[in-house]
């Protein structure tokens, strides 16, 4: 079943309705598949630079700190030896990548599901656009933004070229922005709702459909 709502401006007046695809936002909402994907989201964001001296990396310690016999102690034959205070450090981390392998076809099952999710609860709305005239205008434009949600934080998806939108929205604390070709989970998940302008809607549904097409 097919769920329409209603497309507004940036008055909050009806301007048309439009149709969420079954497909897209009456997916099957997998809540392992979505945690997988989050993860691999979340740990491709790490740097992975950290690291620690072996007993390779730390200089000095290249003389034996006593003879070989006769001392009763047992031999040694550096300071940079891990039991050593100022040694190198056993096992510790290295530089790596917390990159983990996912596909394609799991991004877009997972996404589906988070915005299907949304769509559940009445979170996602459809906008012809927020802001009014040819100048960017924050306070206008939040304004704008409450008359159609109240939620406490908003993920506002636009078109990338709508650079109106962004200059306008961009330091308001409560609206995360994000262009619809980089909508993916964890965003759709970390905010209370999801607003659409109408261009950035026909991306993601015709991107989103076309995955279906795809799997199918």
Same mark, same amino acid.
């Given at each position: 079943? !097919? /769920?329409?709502?209603?497309?507004?401006?940036a008055? #909050?007046a009806k /301007?048309?309705?439009?149709?969420?695809?079954?497909?897209?936002?009456?997916?099957?909402?997998?809540?392992?598949?979505? @945690?997988?994907?989050?993860?691999?989201?979340? =740990?491709? &964001? &790490?740097?992975?630079t950290?690291? !620690?001296?072996?007993?390779?990396?730390?200089s000095?310690?290249g003389?034996?700190?006593? &003879?070989?016999?006769?001392?009763?102690? +047992?031999? $040694?034959? *550096?300071?940079? =030896?891990?039991h050593?205070?100022?040694?190198?450090?056993?096992?510790?981390?290295?530089?790596?990548?917390?990159?983990?392998?996912?596909?394609?076809?799991?991004?877009?099952a997972?996404?589906k599901g +988070?915005l *299907?999710?949304r769509?559940?609860?009445?979170?996602? @709305?459809?906008v012809? *656009?927020?802001?009014t005239?040819?100048?960017p205008?924050? &306070?206008? !434009?939040?304004e704008?933004?409450?008359?159609?949600?109240?939620?406490?934080?908003? %993920?506002?998806v636009?078109?990338?070229?709508?650079? %109106? !939108?962004? %200059?306008? %929205?961009?330091?308001?604390?409560?609206? @995360?922005?994000?262009? =619809?070709?980089?909508?993916?989970?964890?965003?759709?998940?970390?905010?209370d709702?999801?607003?659409f /302008?109408?261009?950035?809607?026909d $991306?993601?549904?015709a991107?989103?459909?076309?995955? #279906?097409?795809?799997?199918?």
């Amino acid at each position: 079943m !097919t /769920t329409t709502i209603d497309v507004l401006d940036a008055s #909050g007046a009806k /301007t048309g309705t439009v149709d969420l695809p079954e497909e897209v936002f009456g997916a099957k909402v997998n809540v392992p598949l979505i @945690h997988q994907v989050v993860v691999a989201q979340l =740990a491709a &964001r &790490r740097q992975g630079t950290h690291a !620690t001296k072996t007993r390779g990396d730390v200089s000095g310690g290249g003389k034996k700190p006593y &003879r070989q016999k006769g001392t009763g102690r +047992a031999r $040694q034959g *550096s300071t940079r =030896a891990p039991h050593f205070a100022g040694g190198g450090v056993v096992h510790g981390p290295q530089p790596r990548s917390y990159e983990q392998r996912t596909p394609k076809k799991m991004k877009a099952a997972a996404l589906k599901g +988070a915005l *299907s999710d949304r769509a559940g609860g009445g979170r996602v @709305h459809v906008v012809d *656009s927020l802001v009014t005239g040819d100048t960017p205008k924050t &306070r206008a !434009t939040l304004e704008a933004l409450r008359k159609i949600t109240q939620a406490r934080s908003v %993920l506002v998806v636009v078109d990338e070229n709508d650079e %109106l !939108t962004w %200059l306008s %929205l961009r330091n308001a604390p409560e609206v @995360h922005l994000l262009d =619809a070709g980089q909508l993916n989970t964890y965003d759709v998940l970390c905010h209370d709702d999801v607003v659409f /302008t109408r261009e950035a809607y026909d $991306q993601v549904v015709a991107r989103l459909a076309k995955s #279906g097409k795809e799997e199918a």
